[in-house]
C-alpha cells in the first residue's frame, strides 16, 4: 500500500481543497473525513474509465463465502458484507481505515452510500450504464472516451439541474484519460467540467497507475497526467 493512500498529496489552489491518492478506495477516507466537519451527506459526480460501483466488500465476502460453501454463496455473501458495515462507525474514521485491505478499488461508492457519506452519486464511466436502486451511471459514448468537453456531458445527459453546489464532491480516476490532448480544453467554449470544478466542495483524484497504463492510447506517462489535470483544475480555478 502505498503512503499516499493514508498521507493523500492535498493542494490548495484559490481556497479549492484537492487530495490526490493512489488507490481509488482510498477516496472514502477523504469524503469520511469530509462528513465529519459537515455532519451531512454530499453528492458524488465521479468520472471515471470503470463504474466503481461494486457493494462494499463485494470481492472479500465473495471469496469467504466460496471458500466456506458455494451453494450457499448469495446468502454468506450478504452475511459477510453486513458484518462488516456493522463493524464501522461513520464518524470513527480508524474504524474505516481498519478494514480498508477487505475492499476493493471499486466498492468505495457504494459503501459511502452506507456510511451516509453520500446520499447520491453521478457515476460518469466507459464501461457500464447500471440501474441500481440507488445513483446514477452514464455511459460516455466510445468516440468520446476521455473527453470533458461539453458534448460530453450533454450526450450522457448528466442532469446538472440536480446537482447543488453546496454538497458536490467532484472525483475524477485518471485511468479516464487516454491521450495528452484530453487536458486541451477549450473553456471559453467548455463549460460544464468548469462549473463543476468551482463548484465542488472538494475534489479528490485517484491515480490508478496499473489501469491507467493499461488503458492509456499515447505515450504519456502517470505523472505527466496527474500534472496536466492539476493544470488544467488551476485554470479553471483561477480563471
Request: aromatic share 10%.
Amino acid at each position: 500500500m502505498s503512503n499516499s493512500n493514508l498521507t493523500p498529496r492535498c493542494l490548495s489552489i484559490g481556497g479549492k481543497e484537492i487530495r490526490v491518492i493512489d488507490d481509488h478506495q482510498y477516496a472514502l477516507l477523504i469524503w469520511g473525513t469530509l462528513f465529519q466537519s459537515r455532519k451531512q451527506p454530499m453528492v458524488l459526480v465521479s468520472i471515471d474509465y470503470h463504474p466503481d460501483t461494486n457493494p462494499p466488500f463485494w470481492l472479500w465476502a465473495y471469496q469467504k463465502a466460496m471458500a466456506i460453501d458455494p451453494d450457499r454463496e448469495a446468502e454468506l455473501v450478504e452475511k459477510f458484507q453486513r458484518r462488516m458495515l456493522a463493524a464501522l462507525e461513520p464518524l470513527d474514521l480508524d474504524s474505516v481505515q481498519r478494514v480498508m485491505g477487505q475492499m476493493r478499488n471499486d466498492e468505495h461508492i457504494n459503501t459511502a452510500m452506507e456510511l451516509g457519506y453520500l446520499r447520491d452519486y453521478h457515476m460518469i464511466n466507459c464501461m457500464e450504464k447500471h440501474v441500481y436502486s440507488r445513483g446514477s451511471h452514464y455511459l460516455v459514448p466510445e468516440n468520446q472516451f476521455g473527453s470533458l468537453e461539453d458534448t460530453m456531458f450533454k450526450n450522457i445527459e448528466l442532469p446538472l439541474e440536480r446537482i447543488n453546489a453546496e454538497e458536490l464532491i467532484l472525483d475524477i480516476d485518471l485511468d479516464y484519460f487516454l491521450r495528452p490532448e484530453n487536458f486541451e480544453l477549450d473553456l471559453d467554449q467548455n463549460s460544464i467540467f468548469a462549473d463543476l470544478v468551482r463548484q465542488a466542495q472538494i475534489i479528490t483524484v485517484a491515480r490508478s497507475k496499473t489501469y491507467f497504463d493499461f488503458l492509456k492510447t499515447d505515450t504519456f506517462t502517470i505523472e505527466s497526467c496527474e500534472e496536466k489535470l492539476i493544470g488544467l483544475l488551476e485554470k479553471i480555478i483561477r480563471k
